[in-house]
């Protein structure tokens, strides 16, 4: 995702019913996904030391002292949203399409390292389910490419494993999100 660029759905806001309302939809790409865009167009804008920095290389800094204060709560609460919420639509497919068919969509690659982690794509699924239902409040549950391999884990708040500096104090698993559920209240 562009930092400061609100990223257009891949799909009309009614396409995901029956699973996911248009009310919904629109309502975290229009709000709460555009609330995140503008806060982190102006966080980069009054801040050259962030300028020059993609998305994901901010996440790797929330939590450090590049920045203090607001603005490092704006880093990690804005910017882990627009980039939580971007990776979230990025992923989502209308039932039906072969994007949202595991079989046709996803790679050989991502089917091998499913296999070898968990032994097949539903018992991943279990445990992502069972770990997305376990988190307490607010948070994501994310399936996550680590040295060692496909992993589970779950971040509070808008928080993401990219954020490194924030891994330990949250009890996150670091590693490259390869998919993220959403399991905030209003979701």
């Known amino acids: 995702a562009e930092i400061g660029v609100l990223p257009p759905l891949p799909y009309d806001t009614t ?11 629109t309502i975290h790409h229009d709000r709460h ?15 050259s030391q962030l300028q020059g920095f993609t998305l994901a290389e901010l996440q790797r800094l929330a939590g450090t002292d590049v920045v203090s204060g607001a603005a490092a709560k704006t880093l990690q609460n804005s910017g882990g949203g627009e980039w939580n919420h971007a990776l979230f639509f990025k992923h989502l497919a209308p039932a039906g ?27 991943m699924k279990a445990q992502l389910t069972t770990a997305a239902i376990g988190v307490f409040g607010s948070g994501w549950a994310w399936l996550i490419a680590t040295d060692e391999g496909l992993q589970i884990t779950t971040t509070p708040n808008q928080n993401n494993p990219l954020q490194t500096a924030l891994a330990t104090s949250t009890n996150t698993t670091v590693g490259i999100p390869v998919l993220g559920i959403d399991v905030w209240e209003h979701s």
């Open 97 to 123: 399409t072969p994007q949202s068919m595991f079989d046709t969509a996803a790679s050989q690659e991502l089917k091998g390292a499913i296999n070898t982690a968990f032994g097949d794509f539903n018992t």
């Open 33 to 47: 996904l555009y609330a995140f865009v503008v806060n982190m167009r102006a966080l980069v804008g009054n801040n």
């Open 15 to 25: 396409a995901l019913e029956p699973y996911i309302d248009n009310a919904t939809t």
